[in-house]
């Protein structure tokens, strides 16, 4: 059972989200995860990934949250992963995005 996000990288254990159940989203979200882990297959019923791999739009309460008003984020059923830890080699954003919602989500 995984309790840290699948991402390599990554090793946050908080607001783990599960794969998603539809398929067209599940792709989307292993394609994310297979850019920085080649020889992964496919999620388990256990796979997350946390919250530091979205943008705040995938979120429907990322104002509140960030405002204090709600200390748990909800991703859209929309949302598909798309920021990368940096080191990975993958994206470029990683870093700083990484950093700010660290802040944030420690001070949820």
């Known amino acids: 059972m995984s309790h840290t996000c699948i991402v390599y990288g990554c090793n946050s254990k908080s607001s783990l989200h599960l794969f998603p159940t539809n398929d067209e989203r599940r792709n ?3 394609r994310f995860v297979q850019r920085t882990r080649a020889n992964w297959v ?3 019923v256990y ?3 946390c919250s530091l791999h979205f943008t705040d739009e995938c979120f429907a309460n990322y ?3 960030k405002m204090g008003f709600s200390s748990r984020l909800r991703l859209l059923n929309s949302a598909v992963p798309s920021v990368y830890p940096s080191g990975t080699g993958v994206g470029s954003e990683a870093e700083s995005k990484l950093q700010v919602d660290t802040v944030v ?4």
Do not use: F, L
Not at 105 to 108: C, D, E, N, Q
């Open 63 to 65: 104002s509140e949250v």
């Open 47 to 49: 796979s997350a990934v």
């Open 42 to 44: 496919g999620p388990s």
């Open 28 to 30: 989307d979200w292993t």
């Open 105 to 108: 989500s420690k001070s949820v």
